[in-house]
């Protein structure tokens, strides 16, 4: 029973972080001059998103909410390397 | 009471060192956000967007990572998350410094502007041709 207390304690302090930290990042994307600055913030967004899946997996008890934030963390990475590669050659898949 | 029960201080242990991590890490996010909405250019808020990649999304993990083993009310659950957080934060700890680098590279290929520019001389020798 403590663990459970203790748990939503930490819950209590971290969710209201992340979701501000979430917030100031959208208004990054949504404010960008370039695409580079978009695509930063978006990935920045991916894993803040995927320690709150994380986190949320233990707070509600749901074990199947962490296979989300596998899916998460190498998508941000596959969004990095295509635009690296469009800004760079101006074209894909060559 | 501590020296009775090993089980139970090695639980308390891991809910601290796990509730611990994640706090900072919510820190260090919260940072490396206010960071990235107020420097002044792409590269000096690539410098904050790793404080909160790193900081705010290794530590954390990690942090997940530790504290689910100590939660009994899981099951066998804890263990599975456990793994997957554990292996999300290695994952990230690979790929995050190498996808922004490849993006800071293209980026200043591709020309964006830097606006309070001291000095930059990889454009100079881009320039005389001597990098291609």
């Avoid at chain 2, 990649?53 to 530790?66: C, E, K, Q, S």
Wanted: hydrophobic content about 55%; glycine content about 8%.
């Amino acid at each position: 029973m403590e663990v459970h207390s203790l748990i939503n304690t930490i819950a209590m302090v971290v969710i209201p972080i992340y979701a501000v930290a979430a917030l100031l990042f959208v208004i990054r994307v949504l404010k960008g001059p370039t695409i580079p600055d978009m695509v930063l913030a978006i990935s920045c967004l991916s894993y803040d998103l995927c320690v709150l899946m994380c986190f949320l997996a233990i707070y509600i008890g749901s074990s199947l909410l962490v296979l989300g934030a596998l899916c998460l963390a190498l998508w941000a990475y596959i969004l990095d390397i295509s635009v690296a590669k469009y800004l760079e050659g101006r074209e894909l898949g060559e | 009471m501590l020296v009775q029960d090993p089980y139970s201080v090695l639980k308390l242990a891991a809910l601290i060192i796990g509730g611990v991590l994640t706090v900072v890490g919510a820190l260090c996010d919260l940072i490396g956000a206010i960071g990235l909405l107020r420097f002044p250019n792409y590269f000096v808020r690539l410098h904050a967007a790793t404080v909160a990649t790193i900081g705010g999304a290794v530590y954390p993990l990690f942090g997940v990572a530790i504290m689910s083993l100590a939660c009994d009310f899981l099951g066998v659950a804890r263990w599975f998350i456990s793994a997957i957080s554990f292996l999300t934060a290695i994952i990230i700890t690979l790929t995050a410094p190498t996808g922004s680098h490849a993006v800071a590279r293209a980026a200043h290929k591709a020309g964006v502007p830097v606006h309070p520019k001291a000095c930059d001389l990889l454009e100079e020798d881009r320039k005389r041709g001597v990098v291609k």
